[in-house]
């Protein structure tokens, strides 16, 4: 894979003259970063210049993480910015995350940066404004460090973590390893302390895969909890944004400043962000006497997941839970074929052209002109050749696309909310809080390319549990509850009701013994 140049040229340019910064500033949660700044005892460039260090270090770099795609070179600038306002009226009450700097996923708009998508074709395509959830954390004095890599438009087929325009991400706990997807780089830069947090989006896994194979928190949420307008389209009945963090309290901080009603996403308007306090509810979760559901259907495809999964079961008892076991019904275990494939295929087109639609003009319009592009690119420049199965999943759904389609009409007016009905009965028929699995049944797979005999996986689609939240539209949390032989993170995750979210980030909180 080439190396961007611009990219090494702006790493060199912003490591120059670089400060000394705190060797402790990993260990901080992102409510310590905000009490040291506002104290004074860090600055924002300090804390910027430590993260581009890191990235300078191992991005292109020695461990070759290959995380972050493009970096803001007004970052070093924007944080000085910062700190001299600060100076100004240190008594001043700032934004929970003001001079605090954070990567977004590549298929977040970024105004005046590359936003592609994973895609070579659209390496020069330049938004004119942010996607909303960008913009309420710079509007709130954050600092945005950079673009991270992810699946190509963000589906992975097989190459996780890998696309035309980025490269293959490569997991930081053990680099023989992908950091799942789609949301790769996201969860690779906050594993690799590359930014203390990172903006996602997830489909049908996209930021939970990846947070549980790199030892990180992610959360997908309510359908409607975070504006998707901005985000490159993949299937809006099923995508949202979200966040990957290194700890609950950072995620409950990062969500508290980006949820929120948008007129252009009309699935904000059917949730009431305003009553939903993340950091507020953490200050009284708990698990005591609560009953979690241990979901059965998923287990068998890895031992080692298995046992890190049955020692997560024991620490819900000796956190105060009543544990019952649960097998759902068969149906949500065939989610994939019977609801998430057929709706993604006959939405892509039409809402991806959508998107193209708001580009410069010098941009493909359509999704045949984007495919034209890409077949000619995959014949000329093989360093930046899309997936072969990425480009074929492009192909098939070129001619397919239709929303008015009875298949379609039937998953969303009738097989969605029947699985939302059934999955709530569930839970009330077993009285049960929330239910709780192991996140990804495998842990993360072997690099494309790549031989790792020690992986061991019997599962067919080591995301099936994944989709309940997906096709439902409720909120999941997963959260570290091991390591395995070969330093390979284990998440497990608790999945609510339609709206509980709070709950659900502190049943995560509550477990991690907080």
């Not at 700190?83 to 605090?100: C, F, S, T, V, W």
């Not at 004119?128 to 950079?146: M, W």
């Not at 493909?364 to 999943?393: I, S, V």
Request: proline content about 5%; overall charge neutral.
């Amino acid at each position: 894979m080439q190396l961007n140049k611009k990219f090494v040229a702006c790493s060199l340019l912003l490591l120059a003259g670089s400060a000394q910064a705190d060797d402790g500033i990993e260990r901080m949660t992102l409510a310590d970063m905000r009490h040291a700044l506002n104290n004074g005892t860090l600055s924002s460039e300090q804390l910027v210049q430590h993260y581009l260090d890191n990235v300078q270090a191992n991005n292109h770099q020695g461990q070759h993480i290959n995380a972050l795609v493009t970096l803001n070179e007004q970052a070093l600038d924007q944080a000085r910015k910062w700190d001299a306002e600060r100076a100004k009226n240190p008594a001043a009450r700032y934004p929970a995350l003001a001079g605090i700097p954070f990567v977004v996923k590549d298929n977040f708009d970024t105004a005046g940066m590359v936003t592609s998508g994973g895609s070579y074709v659209l390496r020069s395509s330049v938004p004119s404004q942010d996607a909303f959830a960008v913009k309420k954390l710079i509007d709130g004095q954050a600092i945005l460090l950079g673009k991270a890599n992810l699946s190509e438009l963000a589906a992975s087929f097989g190459w996780f973590g890998y696309s035309s325009f980025g490269g293959q991400t490569l997991n930081p706990k053990n680099t023989k390893r992908d950091a799942s997807g789609s949301s790769s780089g996201s969860a690779a830069s906050v594993a690799a302390a590359f930014a203390p947090f990172a903006l996602g989006s997830d489909t049908s896994g996209s930021i939970r895969a990846p947070a549980s194979v790199t030892g990180t928190v992610g959360f997908r949420p309510s359908l409607g909890l975070i504006s998707r307008s901005g985000i490159i389209p993949l299937s809006l009945t099923f995508d949202t944004g979200g966040v990957i963090t290194n700890s609950v309290l950072d995620q409950a901080i990062v969500l508290d400043a980006i949820k929120g009603q948008d007129s252009r996403d009309p699935a904000t308007l059917n949730l009431a962000t305003d009553n939903i306090q993340f950091e507020l509810a953490l200050n009284r979760s708990s698990l005591q006497g609560k009953t979690i559901g241990v979901i059965s259907n998923f287990k068998g495809a890895n031992p080692e997941v298995d046992a890190v999964f049955k020692s997560a079961q024991e620490t819900l008892g000796k956190r105060g839970a009543h544990v019952v076991a649960i097998e759902l019904p068969k149906a949500f275990e065939t989610l994939w074929s019977d609801v998430l494939g057929p709706v993604g295929e006959s939405e892509f087109k039409p809402q991806f052209e959508r998107y193209l639609a708001t580009l410069n003009p010098s941009q493909p319009r359509t999704l045949e002109q984007f495919l034209d592009l890409a077949r000619k690119n995959q014949a000329e420049n093989a360093p930046h050749g899309m997936n072969p199965a990425r480009l074929a999943g492009l192909e098939s759904v070129a001619n397919t696309g239709s929303t008015d389609s009875p298949l379609y009409i039937s998953i969303l007016s009738r097989k969605i909310p029947q699985l939302r009905a059934q999955l709530m009965d569930v839970m009330k028929n077993n009285k049960v809080d929330s239910l709780f699995f192991a996140t990804i049944n495998c842990p993360a797979s072997v690099v494309h390319g790549v031989t790792d005999d020690s992986y061991v996986c019997t599962a067919g689609d080591t995301y099936v549990s994944s989709y309940i939240a997906s096709a439902t539209g409720f909120p999941e949390i997963t959260v570290p509850a091991g390591t395995i032989k070969g330093n390979l993170p284990v998440g497990v995750s608790f999945l609510g009701g339609y709206g509980e979210d709070a709950k659900v980030v502190g049943f995560g909180y509550a477990f991690l013994g907080h």
